[in-house]
Nanobody
Framework: QVQLVESGGGLVQAGGSLRLSCAAS????????MGWFRQAPGKERELVAT????????VYADSVKGRFTISKDNAKNTAYLQMNSLKPEDTAVYYC????????????WGQGTQVTVSS
């Protein structure tokens, strides 16, 4: 059974940094792509960044470009989201997710980790 476990959330002042981790467990689990999503209170869930597992190709939402970096460690089956220059509007629950094929949905989700940025 595949599990995604996030860590690294917390409270930080505006301008600060946090690094989120998402560890994927499960026998022989090899994602095609992993992504970070976030959901703020009263708002819809939005895509933050994705990374393709084999190529390392990354895609970012416009709102985080230049501030956030998604990366991976294939050996650890772990994805990371380095968040710099955080803003109060980045406050949300952050979720990692994985898909196993290019046309599949994000079928695996973590439990979420809270990120709060104070002004």
């Amino acid at each position: 059974q595949v599990q995604l476990v996030e860590s690294g959330g917390g409270l930080v002042q505006a301008g600060g940094s946090l690094r989120l981790s998402c560890a994927a467990s499960g026998r022989a689990f090899r994602p095609y792509r992993m992504g970070w999503f976030r959901q703020a209170p009263g708002k819809e869930r939005e895509l933050v960044a994705t990374i393709t597992w084999t190529s390392g190709s990354a895609v970012y939402a416009d709102s985080v470009k230049g501030r956030f970096t998604i990366s991976k460690d294939n050996a650890k089956n772990t994805a990371y989201l380095q968040m710099n220059s955080l803003k109060p509007e980045d406050t949300a629950v952050y979720y990692c997710a994985a898909k196993v094929a290019v046309l599949s949905d994000y079928g695996y989700w973590g439990q979420g980790t809270q990120v709060t940025v104070s002004s």
